[in-house]
């Protein structure tokens, strides 16, 4: 039995126009390939909504809601799409899917892209609905990280391991704790990146940066050198190695992690990877007096916006804050003029 009418993926679920666009968007705009694959669902999941609410298609037992087929899309139903109509898509993803605030805010990024794509280089709609969209406000969460005392008891951890790979482990975690790199930064790192004290590496959208290195990263690198020189090497460019002597994966990277969190006695659920990131990030701005600007060109972040998540201040320091209240050592009951204890 083959598939249902509509239900496929790629090309074969869009049509021409957002086709171009996507395209538009990878070429020109230079967006990643899971950009683009996001981009690519969240139009697909708009236009088989539009299609079922202004009920151009029935649903049945038989034929879902992901059976829609949208490669009828055409100028005149992108031009007939309303601002109501894209509020109503917008309630649909709040009511019907549960999608988050994070979630409906991509969305709307999207939709805002897409329409004025249309409006202003293709002029294929005559307005653009999607001007006065709003991004749904997103709940900022802290950052979950380790303390000073957590990040040194994991570097202890990494330096005593006695597993032959301990001295690359111990180089891998220092970088990551001091340098505050994504995971497939430190994974994609060579070794001609390295000269000195800086490194280069490139990250989300294919943009590259310079991270200086300080002593203990140039330390850990120059202890590792000599045990890296002396395995099998297959990949003589990246700098950690698997024992095949291949690029080490992400996936190993992570499972290194979380064993050197097990055995520093740390809740593995409870951190990951990028967890190492938001810890060296909070570090640099709590003990390091980096003001925001320099954190953001350090992580690498495109809007300072992202970065302001880090200037929070733990429970330590706002119970110091609460306890250095010149009437916190206020003691003894008030009384009023009748010498009474007052309520």
Do not use: W
């Not at 034929?63 to 894209?86: A, G, P, R, V």
């Amino acid at each position: 039995m083959g598939r249902p009418k509509g239900k496929s993926s790629g090309e074969s679920a869009s049509f021409p126009i957002m086709e171009q666009y996507l395209r538009y968007m990878q070429a020109v705009q230079e967006k990643s390939p899971l950009t683009i694959k996001e981009y690519r669902y969240d139009l697909i999941l708009l236009f088989r909504f539009l299609k079922y609410d202004r009920g151009l298609v029935k649903l049945t037992d038989e034929f879902k809601f992901e059976d829609i087929s949208i490669q009828d899309i055409d100028e005149k139903f992108l031009n007939s799409i309303t601002q109501d109509d894209l509020f109503a898509f917008m309630i649909y993803l709040s009511r019907e899917r549960k999608a988050s605030s994070a979630t409906r805010a991509r969305k709307v990024a999207t939709l805002k892209s897409f329409f004025k794509y249309l409006f202003q280089k293709k002029r294929i709609i005559k307005d653009d609905p999607s001007y006065e969209l709003e991004t749904p406000r997103r709940a900022k969460r802290l950052p979950k990280y380790l303390n000073l005392d957590q990040s040194l008891k994991l570097l202890s951890t990494a330096e005593n391991a006695e597993k032959e790979s301990a001295v690359r482990d111990y180089c891998i975690v220092t970088l990551f704790l001091n340098c505050g790199m994504r995971l497939s930064e430190l994974q994609g790192i060579d070794l001609s990146d390295i000269s000195e004290d800086t490194l280069r590496v490139v990250g989300k959208g294919n943009k590259e940066r310079t991270i200086y290195l300080n002593q203990a990263c140039l330390r850990a690198l120059n202890e590792y050198y000599p045990i890296r020189e002396q395995q099998k090497i297959k990949d003589d460019q990246a700098l950690f190695l698997s024992k095949r002597g291949t690029r080490l994966s992400k996936q190993m990277i992570q499972n290194v992690i979380k064993r050197l969190l097990s055995e520093s006695g740390l809740d593995v659920s409870g951190y990951s990877v990028h967890k190492l990131r938001h810890t060296a990030a909070t570090l640099m701005y709590k003990y390091g007096e980096v003001d925001i600007r320099t954190l953001q060109t350090i992580l690498g972040h495109q809007s300072v916006a992202t970065t302001e998540i880090y200037t929070h201040v733990d429970e330590e320091l706002l119970h110091d804050a609460v306890s250095k209240n010149p009437l916190a050592n206020m003691n003894g009951d008030f009384k009023n003029k009748n010498g009474k204890v007052s309520d």
